[in-house]
């Protein structure tokens, strides 16, 4: 079955930097695009960032010039490397999939991220 698991949030300070890792499993991962999205204490979930089986990107304007999404076809994993981290970064950060033909929609657990001094 698909498994997607994330990994790599924590505790940071403003300024700092994190990289987030989803590991995917139980699909062809190469063929899908994959998603990062967020979820602030209260708030609704908010995409981040999404990659193409081609590598094409595309950002949360909040985020753009702040974090990276790339992914290692190889070794099943997207990643999100978030630098000049601030505290309204602060939420849980899952790694999303979507299968269009059938639009089966997957998640992981969820990674925390808090952005604090």
């Known amino acids: 079955q698909v498994q997607l698991v994330e990994s790599g949030g924590g505790l940071v300070q403003p300024g700092g930097s994190l990289r987030l890792s989803c590991a995917a499993s139980?699909?062809?991962?190469?063929?899908?695009?994959m998603s990062w999205v967020r979820q602030a204490p209260g708030k609704q979930r908010e995409f981040v960032a999404r990659i193409t089986s081609g590598g094409r990107t595309n950002y949360l304007d909040s985020v753009k010039d702040r974090f990276t999404i790339s992914r290692d076809n190889a070794k099943n994993t997207v990643y999100l490397q978030m630098n000049s981290l601030k505290p309204e970064d602060t939420a849980v950060y899952y790694c999303?999939?979507?299968?269009?033909?059938?639009?089966?929609?997957?998640w992981g657990q969820g990674t925390q991220v808090t952005v604090s001094s």
């Open positions: 139980g699909f062809t991962f190469s063929l899908y695009a």
């Open positions: 999303n999939t979507v299968f269009p033909a059938s639009r089966e929609e997957y």
